[in-house]
């Protein structure tokens, strides 16, 4: 009974031995998970103008490849694929009338935790033209052509007022033109404004006063003959 007893407990302790192991040389021939071969990476790209107000239709590029756009609401979420720590280098190309940042987005490609939001990056296209809204009122000053780069761009109205939007280079400076030719007897004689354009979208105000020259008759006397006596 002892004998039988002895092999059994030695049957189950060897059993025990072979099952241990057995599992550590099972994790060892088992075949290791290789790494992800082109992991991705998520972000976010937002565009604005250069007055805050975010931009559609950017083009966001890697190299030659078009990896993303931005939508209405100016922002584009993309996935890039490559190495853990590899930079790179995204290039701006923004919509017609804009101009592209002289710099590309580096982005740096890193894991994110689980529920981590997605690295936001900014851009900035600026807008080759502005509109400027420009106000002039002129004294003594009504129907006056107003020339621009010698074009007609708008009139005074009877009470020597006048109001029109000009688009324009920023930093470019602007002149205009009040032309009296068809009222020789104001003065000054066709004074120009001149302003710089601003970087957006602005009002100039403007005032000119004129004064009227008064045109002078000369007086011809006839010369008296001899008098009579």
Known sequence: MTQVKFVLELGRTGFVALLGWCMVSCAALRPQ???????????????RDEAGQLLANVELQDGKKVVGRTAASGRAELSLSGLEGQIVDLTVACPQGYSAPGKPISVGLRRLSEHSPAPVFETLCVAQLHSVLVGVRAERGAKLAILYLKRRVAETDSEGVAHFVLRVPPAQTITLTLDTAENPSLRPRSPTLTFVAPERDEIVLFEQQFSLQVQRTKVTRKARGPIRI
């Open 33 to 47: 998970a290789e790494p992800e071969p082109n992991p991705r990476f998520p972000l976010i790209v937002q565009a």
